[in-house]
């Protein structure tokens, strides 16, 4: 019979509960126990909600990121925390955020401060990862406490454990060497310890571990495939079956290789690799496992069951036993469950799946699998009729909205005058000193202005109490900022949940869910919104703030805008038409708020790109078509306004090399982009390629709560001095204020404004 397996739930919770879990440990108002009980209580829960399946991963679930959790089974830990002693647990956080809990830190210890690890975006996704160290010394030895005392849980519980691990060549691929050595050669010490971890498991009675290698789908060199044929050549010898997991691409010229790897079974994603099946099961060897994502574990709509069956049911007839069904993928990238969702339009509400219902998805599959498909009927005849309502509902598509599309051409795109014209006006109205300084957008969202807007959200509070509450807090941001002494201001967005979330409640085409939260990165969760049909703007939707701000300061107050791009990828998208036509669908909405804050009088507009590079085609053959329409997207958004409107972009935790040239096409008047944790490593994109325009590279690393002192501020741009002219450079931080405390920020920004101030005496 088909085998049914999930390769990972959210961690988060339905309420939460682990955010809020870590954050009070942070804080010092919890111990560890307590911390660690929460943990155990959400395994447990998840493997309930997995009952049924006939495999449940263990090892999914993590603290803050399943990429650091390798790198400390593998005793990959950097030695700027070997020094620490005590709790394991702690050291795991420094590395994430640069420290752990406040009472277990000592003064000594750079007042319990160390420099967290890099973070970038896990594949093409949303999820940011801790990204591994290496260097030429780098030993690793096993710590496999972590997954040993889950699997003792699991069985306690009577769960039929598939352990999740990260394999050997996705691990190395994944992580940087600080003295730009190559990685492959530590292949050689990295693989006994894999084969220990595989040794331990089967010790305890395991059968099967998914090991999951997702750059299989990502275009490998010569040495990376030959890395893989000695990764699982030396791991064959392990007593125990091994699933080899990739996702979210097609396998490709990979195709060969994969299936001739040997391991005991093979899963693709299928809902994004549908075509190489056919060739895949005549590569497979008849003793081998194939295992398919045919339900999507990226996005929110309900699965095409009797598609899925129609496709399914000839494969199970021909494989047998070893056919396996899962999601195309973790479903750490869905909310929990759509049942927490009561508010939400029903029938909006009958198209979505979330990650409870992705399961329900798969037992009706494997029911009609083992039964026939009389065996859930009904449940076919509701599925169907949930799809018929979706495809021909009126909501969905705006014909006034497709024939703007239409008449999109060149000029959209296009500013009046180049650069350097362009600057020379904007210097003149500006008048701003060198090294200019400013922030990314977002200042301390208190527990005050939570429950402000979660008052006002209720219907306990009316529209003047809100939006007095609101300019009180912007009244304080443009306080705390002036007495900075910081050259262009923000408004601080206390109005806003979210910089994706709080524009797409104002564009028709979208819907909201109530508890839809997805992790990003640790304790830092977000609520896609869903981009159910095309999209318009009815108002404008962010004029009267800023307006209000700059009646507030003579100094420029920047409008605060999130770019077309990041709406789409950070948003749950469409699948009945190309992401290109949402996208410029979106850059219509927010031109038209760009021309309106320009009309009211603003003079320097920030457009924020944070996705850019994160919805890249993970093959390079693809990236041109994908970079041609979100540039022009973003173009379409920035490039109606006059010479003196300054328009800026934002963009964090990204790559820059290999895309440089498109970011320049942007022709953003002003860059900023995040370079703190990567000591500006990420600057390397600009020693051979002579970018025009200003940047401000981030000095001020916010998602730790470390302070940055003066000097080190100013070492970094004295970096960024060596290759961009000083001329060309802010000051800033590298992403918004929003997730720190006043109490940090108001220092570390004083020290980034001293250090501007440093740099312009010389």
């Known amino acids: ?26 804080r010092g108002e919890s111990t560890s126990g307590t911390l660690t ?66 009472n277990t830190e000592g003064h000594a210890s750079c007042c319990g401060g160390i420099t967290a690890g890099e973070m970038t975006k896990w594949f093409d996704t949303n999820y940011h990862y801790i990204v591994p160290e290496f260097s030429t010394a780098t030993e690793f030895k096993l710590d496999a406490s972590r997954l040993l005392e889950q699997l003792a849980e699991a069985k306690a519980q009577g769960v039929k454990a598939k352990p999740v691990i990260i394999g050997p060549v996705t691990y190395l691929a994944l992580g940087k060497t600080k003295d730009h050595s190559n990685k492959l050669t530590l292949l050689p010490r990295l693989l006994p ?7 331990t498991l089967a010790a305890q009675g395991v059968e099967w571990v998914q090991i999951d290698e997702p750059i299989l789908v990502t275009e490998l060199d010569v040495d990376w495939q030959h890395a893989f044929n000695t990764a699982y050549h030396h791991l064959k010898l392990c007593k125990i079956k091994l699933l080899l997991a990739t996702y979210f691409g097609q396998l490709k010229e990979n195709g060969y290789l994969t299936a001739n790897l040997p391991v005991a079974g093979l899963h693709i994603d299928a809902v994004n690799d549908r075509e190489d099946v056919q060739a895949l099961m005549n590569l497979l060897p008849p003793h081998k496992v194939l295992s398919l994502g045919v339900v999507n574990g990226r996005n929110i709509w309900k699965t095409d069951l009797s598609a899925a069956l129609d496709w399914i ?34 029938e909006i509400r009958s198209w979505l799946a979330f990650a409870l219902q992705k399961l329900d998805e798969l037992r009706i599959l494997g029911k009609a699998l083992r039964e026939g498909r009389d065996a859930v009927k009904a449940e076919l005849i509701a599925n169907h009729a949930a799809l018929v309502t979706r495809r021909t509902s009126p909501r969905v598509n705006n014909p006034t909205v497709q024939a703007a599309i239409a008449k999109i051409d060149a000029r959209y795109g296009q500013r009046n005058s180049n650069y350097a014209d362009r600057i020379k006006k904007q210097s003149v109205l500006l008048r701003l000193p060198p090294y200019p300084t400013t922030t990314i957008g977002s200042f301390p969202q208190t527990a005050e202005i939570r429950h402000v807007r979660s008052e006002y959200k209720a219907g306990r509070l009316d529209g003047f109490a809100y939006k007095t509450a609101m300019q009180a807090e912007i009244a304080r941001s443009v306080r705390e900022q002036e007495a900075l002494e910081l050259d262009v201001l923000v408004h601080g967005e ?4 979210d910089m994706v979330e709080y524009f797409g409640e104002q564009l028709q085409g979208y819907a909201f869910s109530q508890f839809g939260w997805v992790q990003s ?27 209000y701000a700059q009646s507030l300061t003579k100094k420029p107050m920047k409008g605060m805008l999130t770019g077309p791009v990041t709406i789409l990828n950070w948003s749950f998208v469409r699948e009945d038409q190309p992401r290109s036509v949402s996208c410029r669908q979106i850059a219509l909405a927010i031109r038209d708020e760009v021309l309106d804050l320009e009309e009211a009088g603003i003079r320097v507009i920030q457009i924020d790109e944070a996705a850019l590079r994160e919805g890249l085609p993970l093959r390079r053959a693809e990236w041109k078509e994908y970079l041609e329409w979100a540039v022009e997207s973003f173009r379409i958004a920035a490039n109606g306004v006059k010479d003196e409107t300054q328009i800026h972009t934002h963009m964090c935790y990204s790559e820059f090399n290999d895309i440089i040239d498109s970011i320049a096409a942007m022709d953003a008047d002003v860059i900023t982009i995040e370079t703190s944790r990567s000591d500006m490593d990420l600057l390397n994109a600009f020693d051979n390629f002579k970018y025009p325009n200003e940047i401000g590279p981030g000095v001020y690393d916010i998602h730790s709560p470390n302070i940055p002192t003066q000097e080190h501020i100013v070492q970094l741009m004295k970096k960024a001095g060596e290759r961009i002219p000083a001329e060309r450079l802010w000051i800033n931080p590298d992403c918004g204020l929003k997730t720190r405390q006043w109490a940090e920020a108001i220092p570390a920004l004083s020290n980034m404004v001293a250090a501007a101030k440093m740099l312009r005496a010389g």
């Open 1 to 26: 019979m088909t085998t049914i397996h999930n390769l990972g739930m959210p961690r988060v919770g339905a309420k939460r509960e682990l955010k809020y879990a870590l954050e009070a440990y942070w």
């Open 37 to 102: 009980e929460v943990g155990i209580q959400l395994r447990g829960r998840h493997w309930d909600d997995q009952a049924g399946l006939d495999l449940i991963p263990v090892g999914d679930f993590s603290f803050y990121d399943q990429v650091l959790d390798m790198s400390f089974t593998l005793g990959n830990l950097p030695e700027r925390v070997q020094r620490f002693h005590g709790d394991v647990l702690d050291n795991y956080f420094r590395v994430a955020r640069g420290r752990s809990a406040q």
């Open 193 to 199: 310890v894999y084969t220990a971890l595989l040794d």
């Open 313 to 346: 049911e000839p494969l199970a007839e021909r494989l047998g036993d070893r056919l396996w069904i899962a999601p195309s993928c973790s479903l750490l990238h869905v909310p929990v469950d759509l049942n927490s969702e009561q508010k939400l339009d029903d």
């Open 494 to 497: 206390a109005e806003r949940n």
């Open 521 to 547: 990165y640790g304790s830092r969760c977000v609520k896609p919104p869903i981009l159910f049909g095309d999209i318009s703007r009815p108002k404008p939707m962010t004029v009267e703030w800023i307006t």
